[in-house]
């Protein structure tokens, strides 16, 4: 297809962005170090109609964590720094939980921290205020237990690379933000980067970023924090070409850090993750391709680099319901001439026929004690399903998802506690849930719970109350929401999401009991993985 053909196809798939007032994003493709071409949608501001162009500046959110990377390499092949080095050795105000976390856990993700914004809003503090590193810092500080052992598990979240920004400026005397404009942005003509470390400045050209409230109607998303290290860059889809093309140049870096930069990660037992530093490695249609996203605050950014074709593509996005991801990868289609050709075939294996009343044997709710998540397993339309996917048996207790035969699900024998299992691996996580058997509980019951709960890892109290029939929780400056019972004394709570803006999973309201039975306290899991087992003591009348 001609390449104006092809342009012209790109454009269509962001027309929907053109309309009237509606906020956007800005795209860029590049090809053989070449920004081959770059293009604006929507507006940037709209309160005075400013269009978004290609060197329109946007915040970035998660997409930052590769630049904090970098930084870090930068560090560790100068010989400053070592990614085996124990955090206390630069960060000694890091409490001491027994076993050393290193910078490499940091880097990947493997370190068991809790999550700095999970940590925020439940202490109650809000998005819309001025959050810095050093209030994360506070926190973390106050942290007593970590949500896995170190190097046990992967969970993505944002304090690790906060806490690399902070090691950065420990050992190279300057500021994470100052370091990387003379490590990085300058020696690459990134003339229009920089981590925003201070909430007040002013950046000219900025897109500022909108919610979605109904139709063409948007709210401001505020950013006023000054965190950096998984977060806080600024830059334009022109600088990220240039960044993009030290992948191949190591202009900055040289070829040993780049080489460093794509090092998957690795669990203890040994098992590879598909992060590295910044950068998750990853397959998308049969092309290796190395990608990170960003979201937050109205913000949804995206960028896919495809090393054997010397290709990369990057949305960056100021409309809170943009789908960047989906727009990268279908612009990276359409100029690699994949629009129509779909990702290559897992082998699926030979599927077999059960009777209905083997499927229903394995209908019901199961629950992760570890995690405090729960997934229904149901019985519809003749098959099993989890998460709305069809399951197909392989065996009496092996099943494979329908859509995706990479990821399954077995039904395993009963447990020594006695209560039927399923493990389900999705291909990046595997969690065995245990089978929960559901409660309705009565309000008499549900006055157990009632009372004022005190975190001293957070400072704060939350309240729980009865209303009518059902448990309301109030917290610090984040209103109240219905706790919805779930099994014996495990309740859900849905408030995070709103809270943050997102899709977040529920979180988890674990109650714990005394010698007597009566209720002392619950332990807070958020059941996406970030923050577990953070305790609340309930308080004497």
């Not at 990479?406 to 999705?426: I, K, M, Y």
Request: proline share 5%; charged share 20%.
């Amino acid at each position: 297809m001609p390449i104006q053909a092809v342009q012209e196809e790109v454009d269509a798939l962001f027309e929907p962005l053109t309309q009237s007032g509606s906020p956007g994003c800005a795209l860029g493709v590049m090809r053989d170090g070449e920004l081959i071409y770059k293009q604006g949608y929507g507006l940037a501001n709209l309160e005075y109609d400013i269009p978004i162009t290609p060197c329109t500046i946007f915040h970035v959110a998660s997409m930052s964590k590769q630049f904090a990377a970098l930084a870090v390499a930068l560090l560790v092949d100068a010989g400053r720094l070592s990614l085996d080095d124990d955090i206390r050795k630069h960060l000694p105000e890091v409490p001491d939980y027994g076993e050393a976390i290193t910078i490499r856990h940091l880097i990947h993700h493997t370190s068991g921290l809790r999550s700095d914004l999970i940590l925020l809003v439940s202490a109650g503090w809000r998005l819309e205020d001025v959050i810095t590193n050093t209030d994360v810092l506070e926190l973390v500080k106050r942290q007593r237990n970590l949500n896995f052992r170190p190097g046990e598990k992967f969970a993505y979240g944002g304090v690790g690379y906060l806490l690399l920004a902070e090691i950065v400026a420990q050992v190279s005397g300057q500021s994470f933000a100052e370091f990387c404009q003379a490590q990085i942005f300058e020696p690459l003509g990134m003339i229009n980067s920089h981590f925003q470390d201070d909430y007040l400045r002013v950046i000219k050209n900025r897109a500022y970023a909108y919610y979605p409230a109904g139709d063409n109607h948007y709210q401001n998303a505020v950013l006023t924090c000054g965190l950096v290290g998984g977060t806080g860059l600024f830059t334009t889809i022109e600088d990220l070409a240039l960044w993009d093309e030290n992948f191949y140049t190591g202009q900055v870096g040289g070829r040993s850090v780049i080489e460093q930069m794509h090092q998957p990660g690795l669990l203890n037992n040994g098992e590879e993750i598909p992060y590295a530093f910044g950068l998750i490695l990853d397959k998308y249609k049969g092309r290796d391709v190395v990608v990170h996203g960003g979201d937050g605050a109205g913000i949804h950014s995206y960028m896919m680099r495809f090393p054997g074709e010397h290709f990369s593509v990057a949305v960056l996005g100021n409309h809170g319901a943009l789908r960047a991801r989906q727009l990268a990868q279908q612009a990276a289609d359409l100029y690699l001439g994949d629009a129509q050709a779909e990702a290559p075939a897992v082998a699926v294996p030979e599927t077999i026929e059960l009777e209905e009343a083997q499927l229903r044997a394995k209908a019901g709710r199961y629950y992760d004690a570890d995690t405090a998540a729960f997934i229904d397993v149901e019985f519809k339309d003749g098959k099993l399903q989890i998460w709305g996917h069809d399951l197909a048996p392989v065996s009496k207790q092996h099943f494979v998802f329908a859509a995706f035969p990479e990821a399954s699900a077995d039904f395993g024998p009963p447990s020594t506690a006695g209560s039927a299992q399923v493990l389900v691996d999705t291909g990046i996580n595997r969690t065995r849930y245990a089978w929960a058997e559901p409660v309705m509980p009565t309000p008499d019951s549900l006055r157990a719970y009632t009372g004022r709960y005190y975190s001293p890892e957070l400072d704060v109290y939350w309240t729980i109350t009865l209303d009518g029939d059902n448990l309301v929780v109030k917290r610090k400056r984040q209103g109240r929401s219905p706790l919805t019972p779930m099994i014996a004394d495990v309740f859900c709570d849905g408030w995070i999401g709103p809270i943050l803006h997102s899709a977040s999973k529920p979180a988890t309201l674990a109650f714990e009991r005394d010698a007597n039975d009566a209720v002392s306290g619950f332990r807070l899991s958020d059941s996406g993985g970030r923050v577990s087992g953070l305790a609340f003591i309930k308080q004497n009348a």
